[in-house]
């Protein structure tokens, strides 16, 4: 199993940065992602399409503890399997948010594992980062 562990962190308070994380529409303004939209259900159960140049990923979401814990599974679009994500949203002592992004799946193909924990670690470090500053942008007008 490869792991992914990534932080950010926020001048903005949680409830804040878990609105942009709810708000799936919201993802393409904050994150490498074209296009991102609710494909169904809603909630715990609910389908997430995403589409970032050609890659087309879909997601079902797992657990949502707001404004605290947010957790997903992979279904398709990326050559990885057994793929199961949370993200985290702690209070700082600056009235911040403390954002932790954990990741683990095994690749499909022998022998990629370690290139695709590299690509996804820079994506998942540039959403978290993004999703970070986005929060201060609106929270701070």
């Known amino acids: 199993m490869l792991e992914i562990d990534v932080e950010a962190s926020s001048s ?3 409830e804040r940065v878990w609105a942009l994380l709810a ?6 303004t904050w994150a490498p992602f074209d296009d991102a939209q609710v494909e169904s259900g809603q909630g715990v ?7 970032s140049g050609r890659v087309t990923s879909r997601e079902r979401v797992v657990a949502l503890e707001p404004p605290r814990r947010f957790a997903y599974e992979f279904l398709s679009g990326l050559p ?5 994500a949370e993200v985290t949203l702690a209070p700082t002592a600056e ?6 992004w954990r990741s683990s799946f ?10 695709l924990r590299r690509n996804l670690t820079k994506f998942i470090a540039k959403t978290a980062e993004g999703l970070a500053r986005e929060a201060e942008q ?3 007008g």
């Open 23 to 28: 708000d799936v529409g919201s993802w393409p």
């Open 95 to 100: 009235a911040g948010t403390a954002i932790r």
């Open 12 to 14: 903005a308070a949680p």
């Open 138 to 140: 609106r929270a701070h």
């Open 80 to 84: 990885i399997r057994d793929y199961q």
């Open 45 to 51: 159960g609910e389908i997430r399409r995403f589409r």
């Open 106 to 115: 095994r690749a499909k193909i022998p022998g990629t594992g370690w290139v």
